[in-house]
């Protein structure tokens, strides 16, 4: 069945670049999102890539798509401490009803 | 514009208890669902609705009901609360039912069964 899989913790000093991996199962999966969750809120899209996209770039953040090894990466520029919360990796199949999460990154700024 | 609206926040059951999680959004969504949170589990989704009327299970609907009289609702009920219920829960919606575009989600509601 589908799965995502990513790393729990991860801790940068501000100012240096962070970078979240997440790794999937579903090789039909069209859609991959990042997602992050701030203390005691609810989700927010950060960013999200087509699965025939190999990178996207939004300002500080960078996505990189390895479609072959299944593997996502998120990278953030110039971290903030107002960074710090949960990065969830996600993914979900063009036409399909369900969004399948990883478990969640805490990402951790020491300033 | 308030979005997603959980209610309530906090809730602390005893086991065999029932109650009902209520989620509403006012931006017309055909797609509602429900996700708990655990430590280490990421979300799990537990049921979704495609349109009034409609709903299906997700990874984990056990223990939990459903339905979907309104575009605007989507109530997730406990039949007999457990311990093992003890999550945070999330109600999200998207534009149509189709996948595509983000999921909107609610604040949360905190529920602890003792």
């Known amino acids: 069945g589908e799965d995502v899989e990513q790393s729990l913790f991860l801790s940068v000093r501000e100012g240096d670049s962070s970078v979240i991996n997440c790794t999937y199962t579903?090789?039909?999966?069209?859609?991959l999102y990042w997602y992050k969750q701030e203390p005691g809120a609810g989700l927010q899209l950060l960013t999200y890539i087509f699965s025939n996209m190999d990178m996207k770039q939004d300002q500080r953040l960078t996505v990189l798509l390895n479609k072959k090894d299944k593997h996502l990466s998120l990278r953030i520029a110039d971290t903030q401490t107002g960074d710090s919360a949960i990065y969830f990796c996600?993914?979900?199949?063009?036409?399909?009803?369900?969004?399948?999460f990883g478990a969640g990154t805490r990402l951790f700024v020491k300033a | 514009n308030a979005g997603v609206t959980q209610t309530p926040k906090f809730q602390v059951l005893k086991t065999g208890q029932s109650m009902t999680l209520q989620c509403a959004q006012d931006?017309?969504?055909?797609?509602m669902s429900w996700y708990r949170q655990d430590p280490g589990m990421g979300l799990r989704l537990i049921h979704y609705?495609?349109?009034?009327?409609?709903?299906d299970q997700g990874e984990v609907p056990n223990g939990y009901n459903v339905s979907r009289s309104t575009t605007e609702d989507f109530p997730l009920r406990l039949l007999s609360a457990a311990p093992s219920q003890t999550s945070v829960y999330f109600c999200?919606?998207?534009?149509?039912?189709?996948?595509?575009?983000?999921?909107?989600f609610g604040e949360g509601s905190r529920l602890t069964v003792l």
């Open positions: 609705s495609v349109g009034a009327g409609i709903t």
């Open positions: 931006m017309n969504h055909e797609y």
């Open positions: 996600a993914e979900a199949q063009a036409g399909g009803f369900k969004t399948i």
């Open positions: 999200a919606s998207r534009p149509d039912s189709v996948q595509t575009g983000e999921l909107f």
């Open positions: 579903d090789s039909s999966s069209t859609y």
